[in-house]
Antibody, heavy 122, light 106 residues
């Protein structure tokens, strides 16, 4: 069964860093682009970042560009999101999602993790 | 960025009804539009992709249509399990953007 499992969320002070992980299983991780999407409490969905199958292509939402870094380890079937300079408005559930292509150019998200909660608060 | 506008924001219907949710894009998308279903406390689930293709395992009472800037999600013969929030998403260009959601109450 195709599965994604996020981890690494928690409570962090403004300005600090956190790294999220997303472990993939049940499919060939290295054959798909991957994405991070977040959802603030009671709000809608916001796409954050993508990484192509080989890590050659990455793209970010303006809201996180320069602060967040997406990466992947295909040998470990794991996706990462390094979050630096966290702000109060980064408080959200963070989901990893599988894209439907190699490069992430035209991707619907067909497999989602259960999400991990990040709370930024002093 | 492409803005996605869904209507209505909330929708009440009865078991067995047929409902339609509309999504309008600020620029043309071709057919690069997806619909997701999200239940409280759960991750979103892909329902429709490429505007009208039903994701594997999704009941056939769900259907999608449209192209360009105007799209619809239709659910026929509503079931209690269809109660959820539905989001459209454009994936024609980065940054990918979502509609604000339509909460369907049954």
């Amino acid at each position: 069964q195709e599965r994604l499992a996020e981890s690494g969320g928690g409570v962090v002070q403004p300005g600090r860093s956190l790294r999220l992980s997303c472990a993939a299983s049940g499919f060939t991780f290295s054959s798909f682009a991957m994405h991070w999407v977040r959802q603030a409490p009671g709000k809608g969905l916001e796409w954050l970042a993508l990484i192509s199958y080989s890590s050659s292509n990455r793209d970010y939402a303006v809201s996180v560009k320069g602060r967040f870094t997406i990466s992947r380890d295909n040998s470990e079937s794991t996706l990462y999101l390094q979050m630096d300079g966290l702000r109060d408005d980064d408080t959200a559930i963070y989901y990893c999602a599988r894209g439907s292509t190699l490069l992430g150019a035209k991707d619907a998200f067909d497999v989602w993790g259960q999400g991990t909660m990040v709370t930024v608060s002093s | 960025d492409i803005q996605m506008t869904q209507s209505p924001s909330t929708l009440s219907a009865a078991v067995g009804d047929r409902v339609t949710i509309t999504c309008r894009a600020s620029r043309t998308l071709g057919s690069w539009l997806a619909w997701y279903q999200q239940k409280p406390g759960k991750a979103p689930k892909l329902v429709i992709y490429k505007a009208s293709i039903l994701q594997s395992g999704v009941p056939s009472r769900f259907s999608g249509s449209g192209s360009g800037t105007d799209f619809t999600l239709t659910i026929t013969s509503l079931q209690p399990d269809d109660s959820a929030t539905y989001y459209c998403q454009q994936y024609n260009s980065h940054p990918y953007t979502f509609g604000q959601g339509t909460k369907l109450e049954i």
